[in-house]
Each structure stands twice: as structure tokens, then as C-alpha cells.
């Protein structure tokens, strides 16, 4: 299996990113891949309102706009995350999975959502727009179980774990992880998930400045269930592309079976 991670500089024109995202998916196609995926907020990466204005329902012409690439090019695609209107008149930060007929194989809504102030940077606030999901989802690609989340989601080591249990292979995680929090954790975080579970991580990025002083750390990468880096993009829009060995990843699991060895009869808080 061979996959891709498209990194992009997503801004506040919407045709732009799509055609931008068009493009990566047809590069990620001629490098063979079976598997792209695209970053968080692909389609828009501005203001609040701006991102409010440019939410659209599922499925809608953006959505139809990907899934025709997904089709024309036989290709699986997480398409990141988009804005997706919801009900309440907020957005959504919805990652959807095309297969290779262009088909919705499955939906999964970001759950965690951030709000952070760190001192001396610029704070977040994404429930201010966004309401957060309520469901874990993993969805096979290839026959293969992959476990969906989104950016922030990484810090969250308990949604992995429970892809892992549910037969993940594969994590994905679509981002617009900060520059500032990004230097500090992004590498080290992606790569614990994928050592503590045994899996292939694949992180496609957005780079470089949006508005308010706000900046992403780039970086996209694929990593194997060992923990070494396959394929890193640092800077700039483009691809990185890598084939998994999914021979090696059944050896390392029967080699070093932490799947097997889990507690899970002593995993509870006593009361008091
Ligand atoms: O930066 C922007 O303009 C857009 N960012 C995003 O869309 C999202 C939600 S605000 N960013 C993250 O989740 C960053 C997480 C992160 O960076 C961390 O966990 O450290």
C-alpha cells in the first residue's frame, strides 16, 4: 500500500485551496499512491466569519468536487477536514474518507476542539465556530482498518487507543498544528501514537502564515509502526509519499505484542 499526505498553505479563497488540493491529489496519484490525504481546513484557513461563511452542507459541491477527483483518478482521499454547516448555524470540522468511485466511506467530526491561550502567542478559540463531534470512527481503506481524527485530536492518546482496539492499521490525522506548539510536539507526539499502537501514522499539514499573526508548523509526515520518520515534508506545498510494509508491521506486532499484553482487567480508577 502506498500513500500520500498533501501539505498546503490554505488562505481565505476558497477556489484557490480546492484547485491547490486538485492538483496535490493528481501528484499524489502519479506517485502511485493508493491513499492521499489532505490537511485540516483545506478548504479555507482565514477569520471566523470567514469560515462560517464558507461552510457548506454534506454532501454539497465542495464535498462533490473532491469526490469526482477521487473517481477520476481511482484514488482512496481523506479529504482533512472541511467546514461543514451545521444545524445551529456553527460549522463543523469534518473529515471525509472518498473511496476510489468517489463514494462517502465515512465521516468522522473533530472532537476535540481548540480553545488554548498560551502566554505571548495567539490564542484559539474553535468552539467560538465549531461544535465537536460525538462519535469515534475508524473505517477500512484497502481492506484496512484506519482509525480518523483531526490535528489537536493528537494530544488525546485515548481516541488511538481505541482505533488500535478496533483493528487500526493506519492513523490518520489531517492538521494545522501551530508553528509554535508544532516545534515543540508535533514530531513527538505523531510518533508516540505510532509506536504505542503498533500503527502507521499519516499526517498531511498546513505550512506557513494565514492571518492574525497565526502560522502552521508544516512537517507533513508518514511514519511506520516502529516510529521512524518514512517521509517528511518540512516546508512548502507539495506531497510526501511512502509505501508501507504491512508484512513488517504483522512481525513487530507478533514480535512485541503490547496489543496482547494490555491490562485492561486493572484500567480503572478506584472510587476514592
Ligand atoms: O491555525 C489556524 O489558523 C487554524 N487552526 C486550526 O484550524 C485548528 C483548530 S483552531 N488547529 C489546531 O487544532 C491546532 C492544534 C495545535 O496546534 C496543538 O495541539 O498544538
Not at 61 to 71: C, E, K, Y
Not at 159 to 175: D, E, F, S, T
Amino acid at each position: 500500500m502506498r500513500v500520500a499526505a498533501c501539505q498546503m498553505n490554505s488562505r481565505g479563497d476558497k477556489a484557490a485551496n480546492l484547485a491547490t488540493a486538485l492538483d496535490l491529489l493528481e501528484a499524489a496519484a502519479a506517485e502511485g499512491a493508493d491513499l492521499a490525504v489532505l490537511p485540516e481546513y483545506f478548504d479555507y484557513l482565514g477569520t471566523d466569519e470567514g469560515a462560517l461563511a464558507a461552510a457548506e452542507p454534506i454532501p454539497g459541491p465542495l464535498s462533490a468536487a473532491i469526490g469526482d477527483q477521487a473517481r477520476r483518478l481511482g484514488l482512496w482521499v481523506l479529504a482533512g477536514s472541511l467546514h461543514a454547516r451545521a444545524a445551529d448555524g456553527r460549522c463543523s470540522n469534518a473529515s471525509l474518507l472518498f473511496d476510489r468511485e468517489g463514494q462517502v466511506a465515512a465521516r468522522y467530526d473533530k472532537l476535540h476542539l481548540f480553545d488554548i491561550g498560551l502566554a505571548g502567542q495567539p490564542s484559539y478559540r474553535e468552539s467560538a465556530t465549531v461544535g465537536g463531534g460525538d462519535r469515534v470512527v475508524t473505517a477500512e481503506v484497502e481492506g484496512l482498518r484506519a482509525g480518523l481524527s483531526v490535528c489537536y485530536d493528537i494530544r488525546f492518546p485515548e481516541l488511538y487507543r481505541l482505533h488500535m482496539l478496533a483493528g487500526a492499521r493506519l492513523l490518520l490525522v489531517p492538521a494545522a498544528f501551530t508553528r509554535h506548539t508544532g516545534r515543540a510536539h508535533w514530531e513527538l507526539l505523531l510518533r508516540a501514537r505510532a509506536v504505542e499502537n503498533q500503527c502507521f501514522v499519516i499526517a498531511a499539514a498546513q505550512v506557513g502564515e494565514s492571518v492574525d499573526g497565526r502560522a502552521c508548523f508544516g512537517h507533513s509526515m508518514i511514519i511506520d509502526p516502529w516510529g521512524e520518520v518514512l517521509a517528511c515534508r518540512p516546508e512548502g506545498v507539495g506531497i510526501v509519499a511512502a509505501t508501507l510494509d504491512l508484512a513488517r508491521q504483522e512481525a513487530l506486532r507478533a514480535e512485541l505484542p503490547a496489543l496482547a499484553n494490555r491490562r485492561a482487567d486493572v484500567y480503572r480508577l478506584e472510587a476514592g
